[in-house]
């Protein structure tokens, strides 16, 4: 009946648009790109199929240019901050976290 068409379409717009692990980060050097869309990860192999979500500062990132004079041109980058708050390497107990 309608609850399992209900079922159905919502497997259906779960394949049609899958979950989207790609994001937009802004660019903070001189190279004239503003927006930068992260789509893959520098020594991540291809079936590790890695989660953008747990990048770290420091972590080298390939990226296609959104908006700004590097549009839709491939490079890499790396990451330079992130909100979230990640572990000193010098495992001295501090926190670095950015706005």
């Known amino acids: 009946?309608?609850?399992g068409c209900l079922i159905l379409a919502l497997v259906m717009v779960?394949?049609?648009?899958?979950?989207?692990?790609?994001f937009m980060?802004?660019?903070?050097?001189?190279?004239?790109?503003?927006n930068l869309?992260?789509?893959g990860r520098v020594g991540a192999g291809r079936c590790e199929n890695g989660d953008y979500r747990k990048l770290q500062s420091g972590d080298q990132v390939v990226v296609?240019?959104?908006?700004?004079?590097a549009?839709?041109?491939i490079m890499r980058a790396v990451i330079v901050r992130t909100r979230k708050m990640s572990a000193?390497?010098?495992?001295?107990?501090?926190k670095v976290c950015y706005d």
């Not at 980060?25 to 503003?34: F, K, L, P, Y």
């Open 88 to 94: 000193n390497p010098l495992q001295n107990g501090f």
């Open 14 to 22: 779960d394949w049609a648009f899958p979950h989207v692990k790609t």
């Open 25 to 34: 980060v802004q660019c903070c050097d001189n190279s004239g790109a503003w």
């Open 1 to 3: 009946g309608i609850l």
């Open 71 to 73: 549009k839709n041109r």
């Open 37 to 39: 869309k992260v789509v």
């Open 64 to 69: 296609v240019g959104r908006t700004g004079g």
